[in-house]
């Protein structure tokens, strides 16, 4: 993994408040539990069963039953519980996630987001991106600024299936740092040695830039 997609997943670790209750999803925000201080007081969960997630582990040294939503080995922490489908699905749709970090196919300046289907190529299907995109707290996306050809992800409306409408709140990038608001993207930071017009070019729709000197993740 490139060590701007390192410095994405390490910025958005610090999106994590004590105490949470936490959902990360499939791809670039699984990785985030391994930018957590050690011992510090969240919860994490993944809608297969499990609240209290700890670092990932080597196949090596893996119990081969115990994996994350995405399918990644996993470890456990003190006080962990493991529960069936239903109880955690229960869990997340009666809004007891404090925050959700999701991968995205596409963001809308509206926030829609868009993460399960692109037309013509195999979906394992939405899996439970619809309920963590509706019913969690805050809504965070991790995704790379650009696909693999250039097109930018971050659009003024999404053109792929939605998973949920205007759910989205902040989008951390391997580029920046951008939050959804009723006006639009704003540019909260960039990443180091990126400049807001790059930012800028970058994105598939009207970016708004602060008059002032943003920070640099």
Not at 36 to 45: N, R
Not at 73 to 82: D, K, R
Not at 149 to 168: D, F, I
Request: glycine share 12%; net charge neutral; aromatic share 6%.
């Amino acid at each position: 993994m490139s060590s701007a997609k390192e410095r994405m997943i390490a910025r958005a670790a610090r999106e994590i408040a004590p105490g949470m209750v936490v959902n990360l999803g499939i791809g670039l925000p699984t990785r985030v539990v391994n930018h957590l201080p050690a011992d510090f007081p969240v919860c994490l969960h993944t809608e297969n069963g499990l609240a209290g997630i700890g670092p990932a582990v080597p196949p090596e040294q893996a119990d081969r039953n115990l994996i994350d939503a995405g399918g990644g080995y996993v470890s456990t922490v003190p006080g962990s519980a493991f529960f069936d489908s239903a109880t955690s699905f229960a869990m997340v749709r009666s809004g007891r996630l404090d925050l959700t970090m999701l991968g995205a196919f596409e963001v809308g300046a509206n926030g829609d987001l868009a993460n399960w289907k692109i037309p013509g190529k195999f979906s394992p299907g939405a899996g439970g991106g619809i309920e963590l995109a509706q019913k969690a707290r805050r809504v965070v996306v991790l995704t790379t600024h650009t696909d693999r050809a250039g097109n930018p992800k971050l659009k003024s409306e999404c053109a792929l299936p939605l998973t949920a409408r205007g759910c989205v709140a902040r989008v951390f990038t391997d580029l920046a740092v951008i939050d959804v608001s009723p006006q639009g993207f704003v540019l909260a930071e960039t990443a180091k040695g990126v400049s807001a017009a790059e930012v800028a070019e970058a994105t598939g729709a009207p970016l708004i830039r602060p008059d002032t000197d943003l920070p640099a993740f």
